[in-house]
């Protein structure tokens, strides 16, 4: 079928040429599995393989799209018609006609970089590294529940538009993690996860697995877990807290990346997920947060679950920046979005599958570390709370207002890790909060972290994302109640 694309992209795309002003070809394959365990037992193992195309066309200013899994020139004569007559009903109700940000022309090829491929090696190899997990975990006899899993996505892509562009991509994605704890009543769990809640995903092969650090962890969190049973209530009260920089990848997620997506910005989400506040007329005005806050968007980050060479509409990976010194400057953007703003795409325009149109979408969103280690930012803080491992979270409408709750904490005294707590929470307001904020971690303690399933869109879409960040303090934060 690859070598075929080509071909078939020709046909479709000089059928569409002569009636619009731009129309591109977009195919994608995606192999999926997913290996789970739960309490040593295995679960049902869910593999996939999809593989289709779809074309977009702009005519009269409006969009038009549709897509298939049928490859015969019928199949294609139709889809170039579907997509062109969707385009000429939407110009008659459409307000804004569409306009594209000027984006150079590529003809290259771009891979993921990896040493192994995990869909060649034998099930039961990877079987016996989540059983293996499993008996680590059982060693703590306190614990009464626990799960692993493996998951890997590899995707095929090709691009070629009428504006000349012709892109292949070849993107592999691997994640892992486990879960463990106490089932102590009625709806009362107590429970830890490692890396995060959802597991550590980059881009990479199998190879890429052990540096997750799982099985150096596994000791500590079943310990923790068991811990939790007796750990004291988060107190209500205004104080210090510092994030885990896996907490920080969600909040940087709910309260910068959302907020950012242009689309969203311009009202896209209004009937679904909400807007923002981050409106354009804000642009290089919003203190967005403290002047040690600087914020790319960098889909050539290595390893990076949003990392690839170019987006769904051809635009090239990059590094931008979106917030700098605390400064709004810049959006997550597609050509359509960017144009409106007098601005170069910033490479945001993804579609899950090739069955769905690209919107704005987080990519690798990327808070940059200033120098201090966590043990240096906690000897700073007289009375506070370090909070470790996404367990809830909830933010309103508008991106302005949000409550985010976390597995476990400790009680910070004395520059000090004290007590630990249960189920702590904080919440606060998205700017006041980032502003707020005064010390951003250390390079040597900074992650990237992968999102699986970021969720946007009518019909809904689920994105792969990625935030970066090392430890995070906020001085006069809201905990509790």
């Known amino acids: ?29 995606i192999a999926s599995e997913r290996i789970a365990t739960a309490s040593q037992q295995v679960e049902p193992i869910e593999k996939s393989l999809s593989a289709g195309y779809a074309v977009r066309v702009l005519k009269d200013g409006a ?7 049928r ?8 889809i170039v018609d579907t997509a062109i007559n969707i385009a000429e009903a939407s110009a008659h109700v459409s307000g804004m006609p569409v306009k ?68 292949e991509q070849l993107l592999m994605q691997t994640g892992a993690g486990i879960n463990c704890g106490i089932a102590a009543g009625h709806r009362q769990r107590f429970e830890r996860s490692f890396p995060s809640s959802s597991g550590q995903y980059v881009t990479g092969g199998y190879e890429v697995i052990p540096t997750f650090g799982i099985e150096d962890n596994i000791e500590r969190i079943a310990a923790e877990a068991v811990a939790l049973q007796s750990a004291k209530e988060c107190p209500s009260a205004e104080t210090t807290i510092i994030l885990s920089p896996d ?4 909040q940087i997620h709910e309260s910068i990346g959302h907020p950012l997506e242009l689309d969203r910005v311009f009202g896209a989400e209004r009937n679904f997920s909400g807007a923002s506040f981050a409106t354009p007329d804000k642009l290089g005005k919003l203190k ?3 002047d040690i806050i600087d914020v790319f968007a960098d889909t050539s980050y290595p390893g990076g679950l949003a990392t690839y060479g170019f987006d769904d509409e051809g635009v090239r990976a990059g590094r931008r920046p979106l917030i700098k010194e605390g400064v709004l400057v810049d959006y997550l953007s597609s050509r359509e979005t960017a144009h409106r703003i007098g601005k170069p795409s910033t490479g945001a325009a993804r579609a899950d599958g090739w069955g769905n149109m690209p919107i704005c979408r987080i990519t690798n969103v990327l808070l940059e570390a200033t120098g201090q280690r966590f043990k240096d930012m906690l000897a700073e803080v007289d009375d506070g ?94 905990v509790g109640r």
């Open 247 to 250: 907490m920080a990848s969600l």
């Open 288 to 290: 967005y947060g403290s």
């Open 100 to 167: 594209l940000a000027p984006e150079a022309v590529y003809r290259e090829k771009y891979q993921t970089s990896f040493q192994t491929d995990p869909f060649a090696l034998s099930l039961k190899e990877k079987l016996d590294l989540l059983l293996y997990w499993e008996e680590l975990i059982a060693k703590n006899q306190g614990i009464t529940f626990s799960s692993t899993f493996l998951d890997f996505r590899k995707t095929t892509k090709f691009f070629r538009s009428t504006e000349g562009s012709e892109i």
């Open 63 to 69: 969009w038009g799209f549709a897509a298939s899994c």
């Open 385 to 478: 709370i370090y909070l470790e491992t996404i367990r809830s979270w909830s933010i309103d409408d508008n991106r302005e207002n949000f409550q985010m709750g976390t597995e476990v904490g400790w009680e910070i005294k004395s520059g000090k890790l004290g007590e630990m707590i249960k189920a702590p929470a904080y919440s606060g307001n998205t700017v006041t909060f980032w502003n707020s904020c005064d010390s951003t971690g250390s390079r040597d303690e900074w992650v990237l972290w992968g999102t699986p399933n970021c969720g946007k869109g009518q019909p809904g879409q689920n994105a792969r994302t990625a935030q970066g960040s090392a430890y995070l303090r906020f001085r006069n934060v809201k």
């Open 71 to 78: 490859f015969d020139l019928n199949e294609y004569e139709r």
């Open 1 to 29: 079928m690859t070598k075929e694309l080509p071909l078939i992209a020709d046909l479709i795309l000089m059928r569409a040429k002569s009636r619009c002003q731009y129309a591109d070809f977009r195919f994608e394959e």
